[in-house]
């Protein structure tokens, strides 16, 4: 089992800045990609970005390629989601989801492709 928890998701102005983070508990070394994902109500689930562990690739939607930036502190286990230049469309609730299976065939754009997933954290971004 990996247990995990967002920070991070607050309200903020148009143009403005937040970092969340995901701290990953329990079977850690089991995780072979972690990723974020975001909701508004009446929506499905929309990808936002992914990392893998161990080579560090890294893959955004183009909704926040340029703006966003994922990265993994293995020491804390931790996945952080850095978003600049925040726009009212980013508001959502925040997900991040692991994978502890083989990636090679994931694209890790797709929810179903995760094994776990923490509570969320609201983002809000007021015009």
């Known amino acids: 089992q990996v247990q995990l928890v967002e920070s991070g998701g607050e309200l903020v102005q148009a143009g403005g800045s937040l970092r969340l983070s995901c701290a990953a508990s329990?079977?850690?070394?089991?995780?072979?990609?972690m990723g974020w994902f975001r909701q508004v109500p009446g929506k499905e689930r929309e990808f936002v970005a992914a990392i893998t562990w161990s080579s560090v690739n890294t893959y955004y939607s183009d909704s926040v390629k340029g703006r966003f930036t994922i990265s993994r502190d293995n020491a804390k286990n931790t996945v952080y989601l850095e978003m600049n230049s925040l726009k009212p469309e980013d508001t959502a609730a925040y997900y991040c989801?692991?994978?502890?299976?083989?990636?090679?065939?994931?694209?890790?754009?797709?929810?179903?492709?995760?094994?776990?997933w923490g509570q969320g954290t609201q983002v809000t971004v007021s015009s």
């Open positions: 989801a692991a994978v502890v299976s083989r990636i090679g065939a994931l694209s890790l754009a797709r929810a179903s492709e995760y094994d776990y």
């Open positions: 329990g079977r850690t070394r089991s995780i072979s990609a």
